[in-house]
């Protein structure tokens, strides 16, 4: 299914085709970019693509987690059955793919986890046993780590309707997900608890955008350029260089949160990461800051000193 609209009378190129997966949040997303390119004097045309994460619904570790959400896109751009291709940036794996550019990361949503729960109840209002789901090994992890075992964690899979249902339902009592999904979707008013970043740290690169195009595709590049924002790029830059230093998949139990902020002498990135056992029983947090300029190195050294306090460990131990 493909829908086209068009912004200007003025006479323009073909349609540039952009690529999403058909979930109701990343054809939100893919909407998003599209008006925004429109506005810009560019036609779009939405062209959905079923990926490997969407066909099977087994647990992403299972299926290999990092890119089973993405791949099925780039193949799509490298086939030129599309041109632009939009991803939720925490499922793109950190790998650069040949003959393809990350042209944009453009302005991001809010990067914290939040809670949608029965009765309006916050985390630390939930009774012992309270049953809440989540998809995520690193949201587990966390979970036990903050409520000392005494929840009832259940691991699900499924779209945002599907998961906030279960809790109307009473099947379970709360569920954990991406506030910039449910913000994304107008359904920012069922949160009933939002989590601190640096404690409760985001999976890299979560409630941000990656854009990807072919690099051959000059006019497509310039296009995404004006959508490309630099502080939300430094800061994810910085996340995904911890992710990929520390050899793991977007399925780890580890997460990685930066944030810019101005100062009299310039940006400063502030950036924070966790490697967690998903039982909750360790976990190794540092933190780190630097200039914007600076950011995949400020990534690649914290990477090294989560390593060289046991996190590969942690991270092995998710493997086996």
Not at 110 to 125: I, M, Y
Request: charged content about 25%.
């Amino acid at each position: 299914m493909t829908s086209t609209t068009s912004m200007t009378s003025t006479p323009m190129t073909a349609a540039f085709r952009v690529g999403t997966r058909r979930s109701a949040l990343a054809l939100a997303q893919a909407g998003h970019v599209a008006a925004a390119l429109e506005r810009a004097g560019h036609r779009c045309e939405l062209v959905e693509v079923t990926t490997e994460g969407d066909r099977n619904r087994a647990p992403l570790a299972t299926i290999g987690g990092q890119g089973v959400f993405t791949g099925a896109l780039r193949e799509a751009l490298l086939r030129k059955e599309i041109d632009v291709a939009v991803h939720s940036l925490k499922d793109l794996p950190t790998q650069d793919a040949d003959g393809i550019v990350l042209a944009a990361v453009p302005p991001r949503e809010d990067p914290r986890d939040a809670l949608v729960a029965r009765d309006g109840l916050r985390l630390a209002d939930l009774p012992a046993g309270a049953r809440v789901g989540t998809g995520s090994p690193r949201r587990l992890a966390l979970l036990r780590l903050l409520r000392e075992y005494d929840l009832e964690l259940v691991e699900i899979r499924g779209n945002v309707d599907t998961r906030i249902r279960k809790v109307r339902d009473g099947e379970l009592d709360a569920v954990v997900l991406a506030r910039a999904g449910l913000t994304r979707l107008g359904r920012s008013e069922e949160i009933t608890d939002s989590f601190d970043p640096t404690a409760f740290v985001p999976a890299p690169g979560q409630g941000a955008l990656g854009i990807e195009c072919r690099n051959a595709d000059e006019d497509v590049v310039r296009a995404l350029a004006g959508l490309d924002e630099t502080r939300t790029r430094a800061a994810v830059t910085a996340e995904r260089a911890v992710l990929a230093g520390i050899g793991a998949g977007c399925s780890a139990p580890m997460g990685a949160f930066a944030e810019a902020t101005a100062g009299a002498e310039g940006d400063t990135l502030s950036l924070h990461a966790v490697v967690a056992a998903v039982d909750g029983s360790a976990s190794v947090r540092l933190s780190t800051s630097g200039s914007l300029g600076d950011a995949e190195e400020l990534g690649r050294q914290l990477a090294a000193a989560l390593l060289a306090e046991g996190a590969s460990r942690l991270i092995e131990e998710r493997v086996t």
